[in-house]
């Protein structure tokens, strides 16, 4: 084969598959801005803001991110990760002990059966476990708003963290492409400049040696 011949076959192929990687780009910085822009707007929808450097209690203060993002409208995705986490997270263990919704369930019901044998039998403790079961009620109801907005700006975090992902993937798929450009321009000049009667590695023709008597 001509060296000419391969060199121009690498060079079109190289030209083809930058043009692949650019369009793979496109598509990620494309998906990437969509998943900005849709986190940037369902939080900015919620009007939440973190709280003034000024109100932050001892325990709050503990947090970089609190500190950072003091004052500020919560609209990116590690904003609210920093939100549910540090903030939602940190008064959540503060609430029942520390335990959750689900671990909230059981003295719940414990205490609505203790309730209703109470109201049975009239026993004079009956207003205590009334108080004690309102107060459960109302630590589980609490813990369930804040697990359920810690849950909602996690998966916004997610979500945002897919789009920062795709951005890294464009990066790549336009550097690669640039590459490829380059090489598929250097193949093309080196065609040109290579005499069209070149074969590529022509095997070298041996020097008869003259035969001595």
Same mark, same amino acid.
């Given at each position: 084969?001509?060296?000419?011949? =391969? ?13 692949? *990687? %650019?369009?793979? $780009?496109? /598509? *990620? ?11 940037? @707007? ?11 450097? &000024?109100?932050?209690? @001892?325990?709050?203060?503990?947090? @970089?991110? %609190?500190?950072?993002? !003091?004052?500020?409208? +919560? ?14 997270? =940190?008064? *959540? ?11 909230? $369930? ?19 403790? +009956? !207003? &205590?476990?009334?108080?004690? *079961?309102?107060? /459960? ?11 359920? =907005? ?7 975090? $997610? ?12 990066? !790549?798929?336009? +550097? ?30 041996? /020097? ?6």
């Amino acid at each position: 084969m001509k060296r000419r011949t =391969l060199d121009l076959l690498f060079s079109i192929g190289g030209l083809g598959l930058a043009v692949l *990687l %650019l369009v793979v $780009g496109i /598509v *990620l910085t494309t998906n990437a801005n969509f998943a900005n822009n849709y986190v940037h @707007d369902q939080l900015s929808a919620q009007h939440i803001s973190f709280k003034p450097a &000024d109100q932050l209690t @001892d325990e709050e203060k503990k947090s @970089d991110c %609190l500190r950072e993002y !003091a004052g500020k409208p +919560l609209t990116t995705g590690k904003q609210a990760e920093c939100y549910a986490n540090e903030f939602i997270g =940190l008064h *959540l263990k503060s609430i029942g002990g520390g335990r959750t919704y689900a671990d909230l $369930g059981e003295p719940q019901a414990a205490l609505r059966e203790q309730v209703a044998q109470a109201e049975q039998a009239k026993a004079a403790n +009956l !207003a &205590d476990l009334q108080k004690q *079961l309102a107060d /459960v009620s109302a630590q589980r109801e609490t813990v369930f708003k804040g697990e359920t =907005l810690r849950g909602m700006l996690l998966t916004s975090y $997610g979500f945002s963290e897919f789009g920062r992902k795709a951005e890294q993937g464009a990066l !790549a798929m336009y +550097l690669g492409a640039a590459l490829l450009l380059l090489l598929s321009i250097a193949g093309l000049v080196h065609a040109l400049r290579t005499p069209a009667s070149e074969a590529f590695a022509a095997p070298e023709k041996k /020097v008869k040696e003259p035969v001595t008597a």
